[in-house]
């Protein structure tokens, strides 16, 4: 448990830090986050390293909305 805690502090931390790189509400990247989770999870066998690619998926759509694509989320 202890371990899972540190984990999402972690993730939580590079959520709030790609909400405030991106200047984007926190509570907007952790929606983000969480559904691009959810959609990897589907599919996962392995589920150790989801959470890390759920925050690159993110960090690429925040990047592309910056952009002015509309097909960021």
Do not use: C, W
């Amino acid at each position: 448990m202890y371990a899972d805690h540190g984990k999402e502090s972690h993730h939580q931390r590079a959520i709030e830090s790609l909400a405030e790189e991106s200047q984007v509400p926190v509570n907007e990247v952790a929606q983000l986050y969480e559904d691009a989770r959810a959609k990897l999870e589907v599919g996962a066998r392995i589920r150790s390293f989801v959470g890390i690619f759920a925050i690159r998926n993110v960090r690429k759509a925040l990047r592309q909305r910056s952009r002015g694509n509309p097909k960021a989320t």
